[in-house]
C-alpha cells in the first residue's frame, strides 16, 4: 500500500482520537454530572502535566530501547482502556485520574507520529519538507470528523464520545503494529549526563534575556490556548437556556460551529510563508496575541441570532490566533539557538506552552470562573471571555513593549522551501 496514504491514516486517526471527547467534554462535565468549574479547571490541567512529562521519556525509550512505531501503538492501545472505562466513573476525583492517565498515553503519541512519520518518509527516500504537511493536514480533518460525528449523533453531552475515542485509539494501535519498522537511533551516548539525555542543556538558554523573555511569554499565551477548547462548545450549548436561543442551529451544533476554527487552523497554515516575509517574526506572534484578543472579545458579545457573525468571526480569528504563535514561535527558536541544542530548545517551547501554560491555564481558569463568574450554578459568559480577552491584551502589550527582535528576511526564507 503507498505509503503516503499508509502515513496519512496514522495522522487521521491521530487526531480523531482527540477530537472525539477534547472540544465536547465540557458538555458532559457540566450537563450530564453536573460537575463544578473548579474541578474541571484541573482536568485540562492534565494536558499539561502530560506534555512536560512524557514526550522526553517515550523519546529516549524509542531512541534507545524500543521501535517508535511499537512504542507509539502500546500507548494508543493503553490510553484507549483508560478512555473505554470513564463512562463508568461517577466522581470528578476518578475521573480526573482516569484522564490523567489517558492523557499520560496520549499526549507523547503526538510526537511519537511525527518522529515515526518522518522515519519512514526518509527511509523511502522522500522529501519531508515537502511530503509531510499535506499528510499532517489530515490530522485536523480528523480532528474536525471526530467533533462532527459527536455532534451530528446526538453525543456532545453523552459518554459515547469516550467509547468512539477508545475505538479510534485501539484501531490505531492495532493499525500501528502493521507500519514499516522505525528501530531505536541509539544516538545517545550511555556515557551521556542525565541533562543531556533528558534534553535539560537547553534550560542554559533561560540565561539569555530575549530567550528567557520569549519562553515566559509562550508560558503566559499557552495559558490561552485551551481556554477555548475547554469552555467553547459548553458556552455555546448554554444558550439553551434562554428562550430566545433554546431552539438555534448554535445550540443544536455547537460542535460543528466550533469546528470551523480547526478548519480555519488549516487555512491560516497557507498563509504563514507570506506573513513572516512580510512583517517578520516578533510582528507575527504579536498579530497572534491580538488574535487571540479578538477570540475571547467576539465569544463575550456574541450570541446565536443577530450576534451569530461574532460567533462565526471568532471561529474563524482563531486559525490565526494558534497558528500564527506557534509556527512563529518554532521558527524564531530555529533561527537563533545552536544546532547541538536544537531539538531541546523546541522541546522546551513546547513544554512552557502547550505543558506550564496549559496547567496553570486550566487550573486558575477553573477557579476563577467558578469564584468570580459563577452564581447558583450559572455561568456569565460575557464577563468570562471579557477577562479573558483582557487577559491576552496584557499579555500583547507587554510582548510589544518588552521583546525585542529585529526583522531579518534570511530567518524565514525556509518556510518558503
Known amino acids: 500500500m503507498n505509503i503516503k496514504f499508509r502515513l496519512t491514516v496514522m495522522s487521521f486517526l491521530q487526531f480523531f482520537v482527540w477530537g472525539a471527547w477534547l472540544i465536547t467534554v465540557a458538555n458532559y462535565w457540566f450537563g450530564t454530572k453536573q460537575w463544578s468549574g473548579a474541578e474541571f479547571g484541573a482536568i485540562f490541567s492534565t494536558l499539561g502535566i502530560s506534555s512536560i512529562i512524557m514526550p522526553a521519556i517515550t523519546g529516549i525509550v524509542a531512541d534507545k530501547w524500543v521501535n517508535a512505531e511499537k512504542l507509539y501503538g502500546v500507548l494508543h492501545i493503553l490510553g484507549g482502556l483508560a478512555l473505554l472505562y470513564i463512562p463508568q466513573v461517577d466522581n470528578p476525583t476518578t475521573f480526573y485520574w482516569v484522564i490523567f492517565a489517558a492523557m499520560m498515553c496520549y499526549m507523547p503519541t503526538i510526537s511519537l507520529s511525527n518522529s515515526v512519520a518522518y522515519n519512514i518518509l526518509k527511509e523511502n527516500k522522500f522529501d519531508v519538507v515537502k511530503v509531510f504537511p499535506p499528510i499532517r493536514v489530515w490530522g485536523t480533518i480528523g480532528f474536525i470528523v471526530a467533533m462532527w460525528i459527536t455532534n451530528l449523533t446526538g453525543n456532545k453531552a453523552s459518554y459515547n464520545m469516550f467509547y468512539l475515542s477508545a475505538f479510534a ?10 507500519l514499516p519498522k522505525c528501530p531505536p537511533q541509539k544516538l545517545i551516548s550511555e556515557d551521556a549526563s542525565f541533562g543531556e539525555k533528558f534534553g535539560l542543556s537547553a534550560f542554559k538558554l533561560f ?22 477548547n475547554m469552555y467553547g462548545d459548553v458556552y455555546l450549548s448554554e444558550f439553551a437556556n434562554v428562550p430566545e436561543y433554546a431552539d438555534s442551529f448554535v445550540v443544536k451544533y ?19 510563508p507570506f506573513f513572516l516575509r512580510k512583517f517578520g517574526i516578533k510582528q507575527v506572534m504579536l498579530i497572534s496575541m491580538l488574535a487571540w484578543v ?30 500564527f504563535f506557534n509556527i512563529s514561535g518554532s521558527l524564531f527558536v530555529e533561527t537563533t539557538t545552536s544546532p547541538k541544542i536544537r531539538s531541546s530548545a523546541q522541546g522546551l517551547f513546547m513544554m512552557m506552552s502547550n505543558g506550564f501554560g496549559a496547567f496553570f491555564g486550566g487550573l486558575i481558569s477553573g477557579v476563577v470562573i467558578d469564584t468570580f463568574f459563577t452564581n447558583n450554578g450559572v455561568r456569565d459568559w460575557h464577563g468570562i471571555w471579557l477577562a479573558f480577552a483582557g487577559y491576552a491584551l496584557v499579555i500583547a ?12 528576511p534570511k530567518d524565514v526564507e525556509s518556510v518558503s522551501h
Open 169 to 178: 485509539a485501539f484501531a490505531l494501535g492495532i493499525y500501528s503494529f502493521t
Open 207 to 228: 540565561g539569555t534575556y530575549k530567550m528567557a523573555l520569549f519562553f515566559i511569554f509562550s508560558m503566559f499565551l499557552g495559558g490561552a490556548l485551551q481556554l477555548t
Open 254 to 272: 455547537s460542535t460543528i460551529i466550533m469546528s470551523i476554527s480547526q478548519i480555519s487552523e488549516t487555512l491560516f497554515i497557507l498563509a504563514i
Open 294 to 323: 479578538l477570540r475571547f472579545g467576539l465569544f463575550s458579545f456574541g450570541n446565536p441570532v443577530d450576534g451569530l457573525w461574532m460567533i462565526i468571526l471568532s471561529c474563524v480569528v482563531y486559525g490565526m490566533a494558534f497558528d
Open 397 to 408: 502589550i507587554a510582548f510589544a513593549v518588552l521583546f525585542k527582535h529585529k526583522h531579518d
